[in-house]
């Protein structure tokens, strides 16, 4: 069978691959992937299974070393952090696929976000409308970045940053908590972020949008910002969905629901 399988296997502890995910591994004759993920799935895998592991920014290589394995008749899976379909390879494998007009079959299998992990370790901070943002301007230019992070202040979106800073990358989180203050967000709304989410490292942080420090995040790491209804309780970091409102009340920013 002509077919490629993309597969979120999660944040990166195993209880967090969905079995799915696991089932498309230990059925797989190839698995694709950045090097570091190997050592998430390599307990499903088959006795001769094929790996084609690579370093990182080498996505469009994997994306065509999957096509000419499905091309040999092989079941391949690539497998991406999180859920693939976001900032992962699904999208990729769609492109090359319609770029090839290939007539190999592509599957996509979904895993728990980086953000999602990260939230429920927070307590519930997107209980309402909330987006995802990232970052990184490798291919994406700063101006529509910032355009987006604009937006989502000025719309009250609880906001989740994915690739918050990197070695060559450190101003665009300052500048970020910038718009936000800018644009209403109250200094004591909720921020929480979660580093190394679900793996053994892993450290989780609540504080506020005016005591967030930068310095304090790296590329490992996720940034949740909450709503103008967003609050703390018991270290925990709430947004609520509306459930013990009264009708059309008008709270300050930062304050819990009362009820």
């Known amino acids: 069978m002509k077919k490629i399988i993309v597969a979120g296997i999660g944040p990166g502890s195993p209880e967090d691959i969905t079995p799915a995910v696991i089932k498309a591994v230990k059925e797989a004759d190839a698995i694709v992937g950045y090097k570091y993920y190997f050592q998430f799935v390599t307990p499903y895998m088959k006795e001769g299974c094929l790996c084609i592991d690579t370093g990182m920014k080498h996505e469009r290589e994997r994306a065509e070393q999957a096509f000419t394995l499905a091309e040999e008749g092989k079941t391949v899976v690539v497998i991406s952090s999180g859920d693939a379909g976001i900032y992962g390879m699904t999208p990729l494998i769609w492109e090359m696929k319609r770029e090839r007009n290939s007539d190999i079959e592509v599957e996509s299998l979904p895993g728990i976000s980086a953000f999602q992990k990260a939230a429920s370790l927070l307590g519930a901070p997107v209980g309402h409308d909330f987006c995802v943002i990232s970052l990184s301007d490798l291919m994406t230019p700063w101006e529509v970045i910032e355009r987006r992070i604009k937006a989502a202040a000025v719309g009250d979106f609880v906001t989740a940053v994915y690739n918050p800073k990197s070695n060559g990358r450190y101003w665009q989180l300052y500048r970020l908590k910038e718009i936000f203050l800018s644009e209403g967000r109250a200094e004591n709304t909720p921020v929480g ?67």
Request: no cysteine; hydrophobic share 30%.
């Open 193 to 259: 972020y979660v580093r190394q989410a679900g793996r053994p490292e892993q450290e989780v942080t609540v504080t506020t949008l005016g005591a967030f420090d930068p310095e304090a995040v790296d590329m490992f790491t996720v940034v949740l910002i909450g709503n103008s209804q967003s609050y703390q309780w018991n270290g925990e970091f709430i947004t609520p969905r509306g459930y013990y409102q009264t009708l059309s009340p008008t709270l300050p920013l930062g304050s819990p629901p009362q009820g």
